[in-house]
């Protein structure tokens, strides 16, 4: 008989989550706890916000490293820290991520390379420089699993001018499926995470007015905190093994089910 605990655990398991003090990396780490990470890093610029999702989830499972992911220098602060405490890490969560919005005659080059870089450069050298704790944790009885968030707008068009977002998001998707490519071949599973409307400081709309981002997605609401946590879950654990290169895509419908309006049925 299938056990079917056994399929979805994490039991043990040590993970990192970039961005992990809010928003949907604060979901992850939550999920991560619950099906039965042992310890659980984050990182995150801002070190009060950090310390309130320690003292949520406790010291002895969630542990802070300060950092600004968008320079090379974070990455190798960070990278070093990691280094200092562990042997391995079986899972890898780049969540870290920057938006920006401008007219498009206005854009400037600052918020081109902010974006650009922490959304698709640092996903990259992060991975690159954990490679050899990731290696060693699939040398044992599992496989490391790395996901990159993503998201919808790379994926689709957004009617907001965030050009670079966009962009970076789409650069994600590809740069998942060429990683898995060559990670896998050193039991490294390598996947992507498509969210739609999650509350976040990323996704004011869905943060503060729910109900009107609501109406637009074919399920009628907004994503939870189990939606984000499951998926997370299904793939870093074994269920997920078999999911190589591929995006997951949490967003209600809006990618795959959200009909044209004039083909819309009237009734709803």
Known sequence: MMDVQKLFSLEGRVALVTGGSRGI??????????A???????????VEQMQETINEFGADK?????????QMDGIETLVAAIKENETKLDILINNAGAAWGQDYLEFTEAGWHRTMDLNVKTPFFLTQKLHDLLVEAGKGDHLAKVIHVSSIDGQRINPWETYPYQASKAAVIQLTRRMAA???????VVTSIAPGAFASE???????????SAAGIPSKRIGTKEDMAAAAIYLCSRAGD?????????DGGVVNA??????ADPAG
């Open 25 to 34: 990396g604060k979901m992850f780490v939550e999920g991560l706890l619950a």
């Open 36 to 46: 039965g990470c042992s310890k659980v890093y984050i990182s995150a610029r801002k």
């Open 62 to 70: 969630v542990i802070g490293i300060p950092a600004d992911l968008s």
């Open 182 to 188: 060559r990670l896998i071949r050193d039991n490294i």
């Open 202 to 212: 990323m996704n004011k709309v869905a943060k503060n007015a729910p109900d009107a």
């Open 242 to 250: 078999y999911v190589v290169g591929d995006t997951v895509t949490v």
């Open 258 to 263: 959200l009909l044209p309006t004039h083909f």
